[in-house]
DNA sequence: TTGAAAGCGCTAACAC
DNA sequence: GTGTTAGCGCTTTCAA
């Protein structure tokens, strides 16, 4: 019942040819003339034997495996909003880079320990790094030739040698600000494992220490607003937004949508939107790389800024 | 500036001796017994030379890849609680699978018409696919081979030939029965590909056809829970409770969570949650199946009960 | 226009 | 104990 998979030779015999004519015409290498005739024999084989080519001997000898790694980093006691906060992001991207013709490994790190032998073993013709810590940075730096293409998003790193994609977080609170509802008497802000980033947001909010809330648990969630009734509020992330909604009049929240599912909010609560433009950011930088791949970026950062239609 | 990535050969020469010795000490070969001496310099050369091993060439001989693919069905459409909802499933299964050694191929397959060419290209060990439509079912029972562990998911299939993983309604239905909101006026479901599953859920359910609605976008459903303000109702899946609390009192729901983050709903919602058992179950399942692969499975579903404990 | 053959990096007989 | 070697399935140079 098992299927035996046809490879080359099986269709070169089939239709009398040799290997090497086989994989011409498989594969339309332009630089062969290959006659119609012969082209129908073996195009009409390879149907005939259900020719599947296998991808592991291609990568072999092209030294291209055609995979692109998103690796995310996590951490043991992540709140689920961390699930779903990617979950946006991964899922168009996935779909952008399938209908590219690439395929997608999708890879956890330990945030505390992230292991990136996958990139080498895997032999990836790029990777994403999501939110990694700044002190394992130097483990993807120094660990992995330069020549991959490696795009660092949601952190901020001080390094010049890879693509760092961010939301343009100046630019969303800006945004914010000119919204009815500012002043902001407080902020809630899903945290990440880059330190950095996440002070930096909470730094760019201009408020006071007590007035910014980073959201561990519901628990201390609910204690920070137990006397903010009456004072509006700024939440990054559609997440933070609904777990801040339980406790607060959602009228009075602000949101900068960071998690591409700004739908899921209460409709009275306002919204600056990203939409899915980091995916397609991400993704066109990463085509860009695959195809002129170059020594260092020509910019340090990108940055994302807020959807201004719809 | 690029680093050349060090092979076989290379520690080989560097420890002087064969490929083969090399082989055998990294892959802890127990059939040859190695003295103590050689395998320090092996490894010790290896260390030295950075070797990472190519997992294209192992797979090419071995004759297996250590992927394990996840093929989620889309639709043109899709809410965004579509994506959300197997975002917590695939995070965990991701998770559980790369503890084990292997490697995820996350990839999206149109629901009308599915492309499984991944599958033998890659020479996936084993496979995943997440809600499929019955009509495109053959598409996958005929065109490749069994012996590829082959498991689905969130779909009713009349067919013997591959594991089926559900959720078992039957006792998530029962258990929201026996809850003080019962009877339910309404229910509200968030719809699969798979029309079966769907109707499934309903009938179990044992309301009137117009007391159903299927979540397809938020006017809808606005109108359908118009009057509904003093009804008591049910939601599938956590994002359906969130999407009909914006239109009523959450304390009026009970929600049968499919997503994995009940922590998500309003406090008052009365919630029977499957936990990440679903993760777990078709992870086992998948781990038995590549351990002692079988002509067809012993049942044709998997139901996974209620988590009762929290 | 076609084919022989080398070789990508690795594993596993089998020989020494 | 260790090495030689034949492939795994494919691409690509070079010769015919």
Redesign the pocket.
Known sequence: MTIK?????DI?KAA?????????V??N?T?????E???RRVLEAAKQLH????????S????KSGLIGILVNRTENDGFWRQLHYSTFINRLEQLLTARGYHVVLFSLDAADPKLDIISERKLDGVYVVDVRTENFHLISSRFSIGVPLIVIDSIINDSLFYKVNYDYDDAFALAKASPLAPFGYIIIDSFNNEELTQYIASVSGLEQDAVHFLRDEESLSRFLKNKMNQTGLALSEFAAIMAAKYVNPANLAVICSAGCPDILPNAAVRISFGDLKSEAVFQLMMKLLIAPREGPDTQYVLVKADREH
């Open positions: 998979k046809a490879t080359l030779k070169a009398e040819v040799s290997v090497a004519t086989v994989s011409y498989i594969n290498v630089s062969q003339t290959i006659p005739e012969t082209k020719y599947v080519p296998n991808l592991a001997a291609r072999l000898v092209k030294q």
